[in-house]
């Protein structure tokens, strides 16, 4: 069963930097794509940002200018720069894996960032 592990989530006051890790137990060419989401308490799930096979990305408006996703082949990782952190961004983010056929969503257990003002 593949296994989503996530890092690098903290505490940090807002303008700061926090880089988050996602480690996948397969490599993740397996995947069609690759995803960050965040939950804030009381709100629904949303999308961060997307990183898909052929290395296109794609960004909440929230974050664009502001997160990169980046991935690394060879450690089956991929990354999420988080960059000029607004107390808005606090939440718990998860990573996600998915596949187009047969469609599959995998998800790691997430990660707390909290940002202060």
């Known amino acids: 069963q593949v296994q989503l592990v996530e890092s690098g989530g903290g505490m940090v006051q807002a303008g700061g930097s926090l880089r988050l890790s996602c480690a996948a137990s397969?490599?993740?060419?397996?995947?069609?794509?690759m995803a960050w989401y965040r939950q804030a308490p009381g709100k629904q799930r949303e999308l961060v940002a997307r990183i898909f096979g052929e290395g296109f990305t794609n960004y909440a408006d929230s974050v664009k200018g502001r997160f990169t996703i980046s991935r690394d082949n060879a450690k089956n990782t991929i990354y999420l720069q988080m960059n000029s952190l607004k107390p808005e961004d606090t939440a718990v983010y998860y990573c996600?894996?998915?596949?187009?056929?047969?469609?599959?969503?995998?998800w790691g257990q997430g990660t707390q960032v909290t940002v202060s003002a």
């Open positions: 996600n894996a998915y596949i187009v056929n047969p469609r599959t969503n995998i």
């Open positions: 397969r490599s993740i060419f397996s995947f069609n794509g």
